[in-house]
């Protein structure tokens, strides 16, 4: 009879947990009320809160997507589209800590491109070769070292030259002739003086004086023993060949200077892909070390093929404020062939595992669907969808 009870009791209290548990999870899972609504009053980014703004979409500065912030201080309302059963949460805290950063797939006007390497040559056309011009000895050289930056009318060097001394001479002396002669009736006297003093002039200014050091010889009637040599152009000296004491010819060159405000890049093209690249083609050229990047055109092809490494020399001319690219120096080069629209997306987004490439979609609240993606040609940052993506996504 006991054992009866006892089993009677263990049932009924089975029966009232069970009956609970039932009750507890039928009625938490019934809805309470009507869905809030929260009005949403503008959206930030997530990292740096001071930027705003009236629609949806995805920082400038970092690439992180823009959260909304609402009216009532309400949170953002949960995504009801179904998730896919692959999609995996990544909490926004998570999301900035790894340095997530989003984009959209969109129709782009692009075309094939191919990217090859580059370097970073002078401008033949910027180079100034500095010269005496005539014999003489070196007296004192303020530009003392490869690598200085001169201005024009800089200084240089000082020099001792006979012929110089000479010329100098003469031409006062042609002056002379011709403050005697202005006043002669014999006018053919009067036309031949200036003109020796005209020549005279010229001869100084083709042995390198120039004409502030020409109207200081007029001034003083005086020859300078040591003439001062000024730059010719500004630019960086590349080659020196001049120091005090030294003898001089004139053909010696005593300085090389080069402008680096303009620079070329040289880009070696396979032979292969030359039959593509034309003149006038836009092209991109990234720094090493550095997200910037810079555009060009392409100005010459060499006519003919290295015949080491078969390839073709393709020149880009550009203009080299900053100092931002150095002769010598390897870049990346892609040149744009042309094309028509395409469905891009930045080439960071695509994960390539070989035989699989992978992107993750974005489908709100933190969810990513990773979705095997067939991809095309890669030009400039982008990367071709060919498959597995819509426009928007």
């Known amino acids: 009879m006991r054992i009866l ?12 947990f069970v009956g609970g548990f039932g009750y507890g999870r039928w009625y938490s899972t019934k809805p309470t009320g009507a869905k809030t609504e929260h009005k949403v009053m503008y959206y930030v980014d997530p990292m740096h809160t001071w930027y705003k703004s009236d629609k949806p979409g995805i920082a400038p500065d970092c690439g992180m997507k823009l959260e909304p912030v609402y009216a009532d201080g309400g949170g953002e309302q949960p995504n009801t589209e179904p998730k896919p059963d692959n999609a995996i949460q990544v909490p926004d805290q998570q999301q900035h800590l790894a ?39 070196i007296t004192e050289v303020s530009t003392d070292f490869v690598g200085k930056f001169v201005t024009k009318g800089q ?8 012929e110089l001394l000479n010329a100098q001479q003469e031409y006062l002396l042609a002056l002379k002739a011709k403050s005697v002669m202005q006043h002669s009736s014999m006018q053919e006297s009067v036309l031949n003086s ?10 100084l200014l083709l042995l390198n004086l120039t004409e502030a050091q020409i109207e200081e ?49 040289v880009a070696d093209v396979f032979e292969a892909d030359a039959q593509k690249v034309r003149v006038g083609q836009e092209a991109r050229i990234a720094i090493p070390g550095s997200r910037e990047s810079l555009f060009s055109r392409v ?13 073709v020399k393709v020149r880009l001319e550009l203009l080299n404020p900053k100092m931002q690219l150095r002769p010598d120096m390897w870049v990346d080069v892609v040149v744009n062939l042309g094309g028509g629209r395409r469905l891009t997306v930045p080439a960071e987004a695509v994960l390539d595992a070989g035989n699989v490439k992978t992107i993750f979609v974005d489908r709100g609240n933190g969810y990513f669907e990773p979705r095997a993606v067939e991809t095309g040609a890669r030009f400039a940052d982008r990367v071709e969808i060919l498959s597995g993506l819509k426009a928007g996504e």
């Open 99 to 137: 340095g997530v950063r989003y984009g959209t797939a969109e129709w782009s006007e692009g075309g094939d491109s191919i990217r090859v390497s580059g370097r970073v040559m002078p401008d033949e056309t910027r180079a100034t070769r500095v010269q005496a011009r005539t014999d003489g000895w």
């Open 155 to 162: 200084q240089m060097l000082t020099l001792y030259s006979p």
């Open 299 to 311: 100005t010459f092809i060499q006519p003919q093929v290295d015949p080491a490494t078969r390839t």
């Open 194 to 203: 200036a003109a020796l003093v005209e020549a005279g002039r010229r001869r």
């Open 5 to 16: 009870q006892f089993l009677a009791v263990v049932i009924f209290a089975g029966l009232v």
């Open 217 to 265: 010889i007029e001034r003083t009637q005086k020859p300078v023993q040591s003439v001062v040599f000024y730059a010719p152009a500004s630019g960086y000296v590349t080659a020196r060949n001049a120091f005090p004491g030294q003898r001089v010819t004139p053909e010696t060159e005593l300085f090389s200077l080069l402008d680096l405000n303009g620079v070329w890049v």
